[in-house]
Structure formats: structure tokens, C-alpha cells
């Protein structure tokens, strides 16, 4: 596939900040999955022994987990870190309004810090954080090469990546629905698990460990889908989508390619591929040092060049 069509299916960024902007106030009430990733990825935390200093909630959205994360991490600096500016202030409001328990965080100089950016170019120093959380952001990165980079870059020696996104089995129905409608793109894409484990590697992670899981909500009719991805701010934002509205005659096309999905419950399912990866920063390793007090540098090759 040339580059120009591929860039047809590439997310656009400014469109992306416009669209969870306008989703912030209403977006609680939507984010059903995106609370019950999040929840499933925290169970994982439970295995992991570590006590950041500093914890980067990327892609905090409305601050759903800034409140467990500073439960567990108590003594830990929050950062929480999202592309929308109004996301941020929702985020913000929620801490405000923790009372007592609040209030103190501030006093003790442990507050969360909201900073607006992205994941690509993180606004933090290198060697700054202990761990990285990012649940169902990473999905919105063309290339998570990037992303990675950033967060090998802005993580201490030791400190651990935990993230979670979506797979190409995500919204495989709606994909469907639309497919032969017009010469649009109606669906974002969305990156293979073995992709992502590889870019891990790639990008100065060790021992990435990768494994997923089909989670399918319901709905009565395809408008609910499409209420519920737009509730979240969700819904198509790739470059070579439609600008402007669909006719008649094609929507009722995508509504009957819908219907084929109705199960026997008589729901329309809506399928959602999540992908959960985590892997740590390698500590630095100390120079060997000779009798007569020369050094040894390892040279390594880089992975997949070995025996060439």
C-alpha cells in the first residue's frame, strides 16, 4: 500500500483534541469500556513490586484513575498528562473536590499536576518517572514508535511501562457495516499486538510481555454504537474520513450490513480487541573497568541483525 493511502487512515491529531474537548463534560457518563480496561488493567498492578517517586498517568483523560493511583502510590508525585485541554479541567475538578484528603495532598506538595501534551513529545525530562500509565491512548498514535521512545526517554533506569490499547478486531462490525458504502474511511486502524511487542523492543524496552482479550458490548440499533463513540469522542478521526454527511440511501445500506450481526438475544453487538502490554526500562549497567583502567565497550547487535 503507497504512503498516501496510508496516510488516508492516519489519525488526525487536531481533530482528535477538538473532539474530546467537546466529549469532557458528558464523557463519564459514556466511557463504560474505557473504565472497565482500566480496572482490569489495575488488577495487574497487584503482581508488580514498585515504589515510584513519580507516576505519569499518559492519556489521563478525566482523571478516572488519578484517584487509585494515588491510593496505591501514596507517597508519589501524580502527573496526569492528556492532548485535551478540557479533559485536563474535568481532571483538575475531581481533585478539587476530594475535601479533606484533598486539601491535604495540596498542603503536602504531593497534588496531582495536570499537563497538557502529547504522548509523542512528552513536555517532561528525561529520567523522570518511575512508572508510566496509559490506558487506551496509544491507539490514537499512527506510529507508536514514537510514543515508546518518549516513554523510554522521560522513565528512570528500572521504571516500568504499563499500557493498554486496541487491536485490529476492534469495531470489526461497524467496519463491516461500512465497507463498499463509498471510498471513505469510516473506521480508525488500529495496531497488531506483535507490532506493538516489537516496537517495544525496538525502542530500549526489555522483556515486553504482551496478551489480549475480546471484550463485546451490546447495543439495540446501530444508532447506540454510534452515540456511544461519539459520547467518548471516539468516533471516526482519520484523515480520509467523510467531511460532510452521509446520504440516505448509503446509511440505510450500513444499517442493513449491520443487522447481519443481531444475535439471537436480539442485540447488535460491538466488538472491542484490547491489547494490554507492559515492560520495563533496563537499569544502567556500570562500565567494565580493566587492571589498568581502560574499558570495555559491548557492542550489541540490534534485534533481528544477528547471524546477517
Given at each position: 500500500m503507497s504512503q498516501a493511502s496510508n496516510e488516508s487512515f492516519y489519525?488526525?491529531?487536531s481533530a482528535i483534541r477538538a473532539s474530546f474537548d467537546a466529549a469532557a463534560q458528558h464523557y463519564d457518563a459514556a466511557a463504560v469500556l474505557q473504565r472497565e480496561v482500566a480496572d482490569r488493567m489495575a488488577e495487574r498492578l497487584d503482581y508488580i513490586k514498585l515504589q515510584p517517586q513519580a507516576?505519569?498517568?499518559a492519556g489521563c483523560g478525566t482523571g478516572y484513575m488519578g484517584k487509585l493511583l494515588q491510593q496505591r502510590y501514596g507517597s508519589a508525585?501524580?502527573?496526569e498528562l492528556d492532548l485535551a485541554p478540557a479533559m485536563l479541567q474535568v481532571a483538575r475538578g475531581k481533585h478539587e473536590a476530594g475535601g479533606l484528603k484533598g486539601l491535604f495532598s495540596r498542603l503536602s506538595g504531593k497534588r496531582a499536576l495536570q499537563v497538557c501534551g502529547d504522548i509523542e513529545s512528552l513536555p517532561l525530562a528525561d529520567e523522570s518517572v518511575d512508572l508510566i500509565w496509559s490506558s487506551l491512548t496509544l491507539q490514537w498514535c499512527n506510529t507508536p514508535d514514537a510514543a515508546f521512545r518518549e516513554f523510554n526517554r522521560v522513565l528512570r533506569p528500572g521504571?516500568?511501562?504499563m499500557f493498554s490499547t486496541l487491536g485490529p478486531d476492534t469495531l470489526k462490525e461497524l467496519r463491516a457495516a461500512f465497507a463498499g458504502v463509498d471510498g471513505y474511511s469510516h473506521v480508525n486502524q488500529f495496531i497488531d499486538m506483535h507490532d506493538l511487542g516489537d516496537a517495544l523492543s525496538h525502542c530500549g524496552f526489555a522483556t515486553p510481555v504482551m496478551d489480549m482479550e475480546m471484550l463485546v458490548m451490546t447495543y439495540a440499533d446501530v444508532r447506540g454504537v454510534m452515540d456511544d463513540l461519539k459520547g467518548?469522542?471516539?468516533?471516526?478521526?482519520?484523515?480520509?474520513?467523510?467531511?460532510?454527511?452521509?446520504g440516505k440511501t448509503a446509511w440505510q445500506r450500513v444499517l442493513a450490513q449491520y443487522e447481519r450481526f443481531r444475535n439471537a438475544d436480539?442485540?447488535?453487538?460491538c466488538s472491542y480487541e484490547v491489547v494490554y502490554g507492559h515492560a520495563w526500562k533496563p537499569e544502567a549497567r556500570p562500565a567494565k573497568v580493566l587492571a589498568d583502567g581502560s574499558q570495555v565497550i559491548e557492542?550489541?547487535?540490534r534485534p533481528g541483525t544477528a547471524g546477517r
Open positions: 489519525t488526525d491529531k507516576v505519569l498517568d508525585q501524580l502527573i521504571g516500568l511501562l467518548i469522542g471516539a468516533h471516526n478521526l482519520t484523515h480520509g474520513r467523510r467531511q460532510g454527511m452521509m436480539g442485540v447488535l453487538p557492542f550489541r547487535p
